[in-house]
């Protein structure tokens, strides 16, 4: 069973930046994709970052790219979500997730698992 753990989140100013990480356990990870997604009230889940644990070849969603950056470290078994210039709007509950495919799929219905989610707000 894949358990995935976020922290990290927290409340911080326009312009600031957070580092959300995703330890992972119970499978070897080297072939799978993960990804952070996030959830603000009354909105869809939306896809922000992705990786491929195998190369780290990432993809962004166009409204963070420059800003986040995705990462991760193989022997700590975590993800890892850096956040600079933090806008009022990035504010949400943000889920690490992991697709067994191994494919760098946006859509949220190609993870398998989900993490219970971690909370970042940004305050104008």
């Known amino acids: 069973q894949v358990q995935l753990v976020e922290s990290g989140g927290g409340l911080v100013q326009a312009g600031g930046s957070l580092r959300l990480s995703c330890a992972a356990s119970g499978r070897t990870f080297r072939s799978y994709s993960m990804g952070w997604f996030r959830q603000a009230p009354g909105k869809e889940r939306e896809f922000v970052a992705g990786i491929r644990w195998s190369g780290g070849s990432t993809v962004y969603a166009d409204s963070v790219k420059g800003r986040f950056t995705i990462s991760r470290d193989n022997a700590k078994n975590t993800v890892y979500l850096q956040m600079n210039s933090l806008k009022p709007e990035d504010t949400a509950e943000y889920y690490c997730?992991?697709?067994?495919?191994?494919?760098?799929?946006?859509?949220?219905?190609?993870?398998?698992?989900w993490g219970q989610g971690t909370q970042v707000t940004v305050s104008s």
């Open positions: 997730a992991v697709d067994l495919s191994g494919v760098l799929h946006t859509a949220s219905l190609y993870y398998h698992y």
